[in-house]
């Protein structure tokens, strides 16, 4: 069995809304961008976000290691690299060097029942 990577080297996350902060522990308020790498090499992420009332920030690069996950947390500037302002509506592209997997998920604690929300990114065909 060879080790080729499944996945898309472009995706797209249209709806992106970091919730306002709240919560405790481990149930506070934020997003996730799941990114998967099943290939046999490292790949190189670029990240770009978009808004409805100002420019693109574009190019928040991380890396992927071959055969891993890297969970990012939107709501960490530190893990993004750019801090996301809360409570604005904003959509992302993943771009990547290998084929990935993008998923994405957000956690708002804002009401008793608590609501999760995870879709996979759209795959763009490149």
């Not at 898309?8 to 919560?23: A, N």
């Not at 790949?43 to 690069?61: S, T």
């Not at 708002?108 to 795959?123: E, G, I």
């Amino acid at each position: 069995m060879t080790n080729q990577a499944e996945g898309h080297y472009t995706w797209v996350v249209p709806d992106g809304w970091l919730p306002p902060e709240g919560g405790e522990g481990d149930l506070i308020n934020h997003e996730s961008l799941m990114l998967l790498n099943t290939g046999g090499k490292s790949a190189i992420v670029e990240i770009d976000i978009y808004f409805a009332d100002r420019e693109p920030v574009k190019g928040l690069k991380l890396q992927v290691g071959a055969e891993r996950i890297n969970a990012l947390r939107l709501d960490s500037p530190e893990e993004l690299g750019y801090k996301l302002p809360r409570a604005t509506q904003y959509a992302l592209r993943v771009r990547s060097t290998e084929k990935i997997i993008v998923q994405y998920g957000r956690m708002d604690v804002r009401q008793a029942n608590l609501a999760y929300y995870c879709t996979m990114a759209h795959p763009v065909d490149n």
